[in-house]
C-alpha cells in the first residue's frame, strides 16, 4: 500500500489508489480515499459554527477526482498517514489530528 496525497484546487485527499484500466482511460484517479478538511459550519444552536473534521472513510474504492485537476501529487508524511489508518480503522481523531487538520486544511464554509 501507497498511500498519497492528492491535492486538486478545493480540496486534498489521502489516496490508496487502485488499478482499473476503464477509469485510467477516462483519466480518473479511483481507490480509497479520505478527503483532508477542518471546517466550520453555523448551526441553529451556534451561529458562530462548530468545527467538523475529516471522519469517513469507504473501504470500497470510489472517483477521487479526474487526473488532470490534479495539482499536487506526493507520498504522504507521517501525520497524514496516521490521519488515515485511524479512520480507515473505525478509530477517532485525536486533539493532534484536529490541529493537524487546521493548521493544514482549513476550508472556508460560505
Known amino acids: 500500500m501507497a498511500l ?10 489521502v489516496v490508496d489508489e487502485v488499478q482499473d484500466n476503464v477509469r485510467e482511460k477516462m483519466g480518473i484517479l479511483f481507490g480509497r480515499a479520505i478527503h ?3 471546517k466550520r459550519v453555523p ?6 459554527g462548530v468545527m467538523q ?5 469507504s473501504n470500497q474504492a470510489v472517483q477521487v477526482c479526474r ?4 495539482v499536487e501529487d ?22 493532534d489530528d484536529r ?12
Open 4 to 13: 498519497k496525497l492528492i491535492k486538486t484546487k478545493n480540496a486534498a485527499f
Open 36 to 38: 483532508l478538511y477542518a
Open 43 to 48: 448551526t441553529a444552536a451556534n451561529p458562530k
Open 53 to 57: 473534521y475529516s471522519d469517513y472513510f
Open 67 to 70: 487526473k488532470d485537476n490534479i
Open 74 to 95: 506526493r507520498p504522504v508524511n507521517e501525520a497524514e498517514n496516521k490521519i488515515y489508518q485511524e479512520l480507515s480503522t473505525g478509530q477517532g481523531l485525536d486533539k
Open 99 to 110: 490541529e493537524y487538520l487546521r493548521d493544514n486544511y482549513s476550508e472556508d464554509q460560505e
